[in-house]
T-cell receptor
Framework: AQSVTQLGSHVSVSEGALVLLRCNYSSSVPPYLFWYVQYPNQGLQLLLKYTSAATLVKGINGFEAEFKKSETSFHLTKPSAHMSDAAEYFCAVRNRDDKIIFGKGTRLHILP | NAGVTQTPKFQVLKTGQSMTLQCAQD?????MYWYRQDPGMGLRLIYY???????DKGEVPNGYNVSRLNKREFSLRLESAAPSQTSVYFC?????????FGPGTRLTVL
């Protein structure tokens, strides 16, 4: 069964610093992978998705993620954190029957 | 184009009461989903519908029923609410390999 593991339930970075949120997947077939963001008291919003085209995927708000098959990883990065990036981030994988399986989430804190 | 809408936004129930959460999408998607979100647990799939007239259990279906009334609407029913069902419930639909989420329903069961 496909699954994702997010390393770190909470990550803190200083404003202007690099953001790195880690996600590893488990899949027996080439996966479709996603990152979603959830701001307080809101639903989930798609940041970016990997669908077996380019391995480096650019998303909204300056985020990007790189699919690395050898490491079974799909880490999310942003070169310079902004206070508005404070939110919870979810990595997800789509399995064969169109169900999407979510990681447990990583809450990103931005320090002034 | 409203996307995915959910009603109500908030609800408080007493143990044993029943209620139905409503969800509708206007994107002509075949697949629709119900999730619950609890702190530290991420989103867990309750039920899933691949098309009108079909439903399938997800990871945590116990205590819930669903109805795919038509292509647009997918409702979630709690027949006898329990405190363990206190959660935030999200409906979603999918098209083009992407899921689109509603704003959520915050349910408290006393």
């Amino acid at each position: 069964a496909q699954s994702v593991t997010q390393l770190g339930s909470h990550v803190s970075v200083s404003e202007g610093a690099l953001v790195l949120l880690r996600c590893n997947y488990s899949s027996s077939v080439p996966p479709y992978l996603f990152w979603y963001v959830q701001y307080p008291n809101q639903g989930l919003q798609l940041l970016l998705k990997y669908t077996s085209a380019a391995t480096l995927v650019k998303g909204i708000n300056g985020f990007e993620a790189e699919f690395k098959k050898s490491e079974t990883s799909f880490h999310l990065t942003k070169p310079s954190a902004h206070m508005s990036d404070a939110a919870e981030y979810f990595c997800a994988v789509r399995n064969r029957d169109d169900k999407i399986i979510f990681g447990k989430g990583t809450r990103l804190h931005i320090l002034p | 184009n409203a996307g995915v809408t959910q009603t109500p936004k908030f609800q408080v129930l007493k143990t044993g009461q029943s209620m139905t959460l409503q969800c509708a999408q206007d994107m002509n998607h075949n697949s629709m989903y119900w999730y619950r979100q609890d702190p530290g647990m991420g989103l867990r799939l309750i039920y899933y519908s691949a098309s009108e007239g079909t439903t399938d259990k997800g990871e945590v279906p116990n205590g819930y029923n669903v109805s795919r009334l038509n292509k647009r609407e997918f409702s979630l029913r709690l027949e006898s609410a329990a405190p363990s069902q206190t959660s935030v419930y999200f409906c979603a639909s999918s098209g083009g390999n992407t899921q689109y989420f509603g704003p959520g329903t915050r349910l408290t069961v006393l």
